[in-house]
């Protein structure tokens, strides 16, 4: 199948800045590719060089993505003092279509987020999802072929989160290619394939389960026996005597420790050791070598 959208070898820079560096992604019809990394990782330059808005310093991007994205910039710009039918108007003029095709495609995408309803209400009353929403609608009207949207859910609330992942989803089974950024590594679980960024790099990409399955570590739980809790400090410290530690990261009311994968769950007199299931966020502190940089090693 041939790629709806190709980042080759895709380099950025600002002045001396290297912004993204040598960054190969490719997004197929109806899949959705997730990006994620911590703020100053690259997202946004390269939600920006896929769309077409950035050029890149190097490499390329296949096909010319101009007039086939449908982009949402994390600041994505609404008219507040427009009414939610009006913000689509002014964009389906944007993007030169006749009267009779924004009514239609309109009104069956406002009835698809949820917001036919609210079709008079003004854009600056609604609710941050609803603004999403309604956004996500503005970018569609046009019938883009991918959907670049970066950081889409940022301060949204989490059954808006999940009512826009849905959109996004159905969006990817009629045969969009969808790329997605974010910084929630939760967000990627339920996502076709996951790309980790760092530093302007990608450090692995693939299935959410194939990258879960390649931690090279034994995951656990350290927390005080009994009914009994402990100060983080004490946590910690009785977790640097467990063999085979790798590193720790403090998680509710305990802390979470990669092991080395032979390493024994003993834990010290007075607490209990668990395994934990691996996720996303501990392949990513192990790539991005948050063991060697936290705990000296």
């Given at each position: ?7 080759q070898?895709v380099?950025?820079?600002?002045g ?5 560096e ?15 990394g ?7 330059t390269?939600?920006?060089l ?5 050029a ?5 991007v296949?096909?010319d993505?101009r ?9 994505f ?15 389906g003029?944007?993007?030169g ?13 406002l009835?698809w987020?949820?917001?036919l309803p ?25 019938r883009?072929?991918?959907l670049?949207?970066?950081?889409p859910t ?20 009629a ?12 967000e990627?679980?339920?996502c076709?394939?996951v790309a980790?960024?760092?530093r ?18 034994r ?10 809790r ?14 085979g ?10 802390v979470r ?7 024994p ?5 007075g607490?209990?050791?668990?395994p934990?299931?691996?996720v996303?966020?501990d392949v ?6 948050y063991?060697?940089?936290?705990m000296?090693?």
């Open positions: 199948m041939t790629p709806a959208i190709y980042l070898g380099s950025r820079s600002f001396s800045v290297r912004a993204v040598g960054v190969d992604l490719a997004v197929f019809p109806g899949e959705v590719v997730v990006l994620v911590p703020d100053g990782a690259g997202k946004t390269l939600a920006r896929a769309a077409g808005v950035l890149p310093t190097a490499g390329r296949v096909p993505p007039g086939r994205v449908g982009y949402l910039a994390a600041r710009s609404l008219y507040p003092d427009l009414t939610v039918w009006e913000n689509l108007a002014f964009f003029r944007l993007y279509m006749a009267t009779r095709d924004v009514e239609a495609e309109g009104t069956r995408l009835e987020v949820g917001l609210f079709r008079d209400r003004l854009a600056g009353a609604l609710s941050g999802g609803m603004r999403q929403k309604l956004a996500l609608a503005c970018v569609l009207l046009h883009p072929p991918v670049v949207l970066d950081e940022t301060g949204v609330d989490p059954v808006a989160r999940a009512e826009f992942w849905q959109l996004l989803r159905e969006e990817a089974r045969g969009r290619a969808v790329l997605v950024t974010t910084s929630y590594l939760d990627a679980v339920g076709d394939r980790l960024l760092h302007g790099r990608i450090l692995a990409e693939g299935k959410p389960e194939a990258l879960v399955g390649r931690l090279p570590y995951m656990a739980r350290l927390t005080a026996a009994g009914d009994g402990r100060a983080r400090g004490e946590l910690l410290a009785a977790a640097e005597k467990l063999p530690l790798v590193w720790t990261q403090p998680q509710g009311t305990g420790v990669a092991l080395a994968p032979d390493a769950l003993a834990p010290p007199s607490y209990r050791l668990e934990a299931a691996p996303l966020e990513y502190l192990w790539l991005t070598g063991g060697a940089e936290v000296g090693r």
